[in-house]
């Protein structure tokens, strides 16, 4: 014989006086509910070594496993020539800062030098620091 329970609401009001979706109520004596462990991997079998296991944004592992780069060190290779492009950046940088130079030329010479420049496509500045560098040079 097969008794209908009375119907039992979708909905109870809480202790904090919210309400949630009705739960099946547990006694304290019921047994709780077993959860397998996963199986643990053999002794000698190890873990494939193509693949390995990938840290996500929050820095912990993800399920994602991908495949291991063909040469670990060609990504090192790739983090030294940017750190060595960044450093030639800045050393270019501090060695071409501009300071300020006062000269008492004639003004004929000046002259040839604006329209140096100007014939260049440069600035005078510009001019000036080719002439001295090759001055400098010899």
């Given at each position: 014989m097969v008794t209908n329970p009375a119907p039992r609401p979708a909905l109870r009001k809480a202790p904090d006086a919210r309400v949630h979706p009705a739960a099946p109520v547990v006694g304290?004596?019921?047994?709780?509910?077993?959860?397998?462990?996963?199986?643990k991997?053999?002794?000698?079998?190890?873990?494939?070594?193509?693949?390995?296991?990938?840290?996500?944004?929050?820095g912990s592992t993800s399920d994602v496993l991908r495949r291991v780069p063909d040469d670990a060190s060609k990504a090192a290779a790739?983090?030294?020539k940017k750190?060595?492009?960044?450093?030639a950046?800045?050393?270019?940088?501090r060695r071409q800062a501009r300071v300020e130079l006062q000269v008492k030329v004639p003004k004929d010479v000046r002259n040839?030098?604006?329209?140096?420049?100007?014939?260049?496509g440069t600035s005078v500045d510009d001019v000036v620091t080719s002439v001295l560098e090759g001055w400098l040079r010899d």
């Open positions: 304290p004596d019921s047994p709780p509910g077993v959860v397998q462990a996963p199986p991997p053999m002794a000698g079998a190890k873990a494939p070594t193509h693949l390995r296991p990938v840290v996500g944004i929050g790739k983090k030294a750190q060595s492009k960044k450093a950046k800045a050393e270019r940088k040839q030098l604006r329209k140096n420049a100007k014939a260049r």
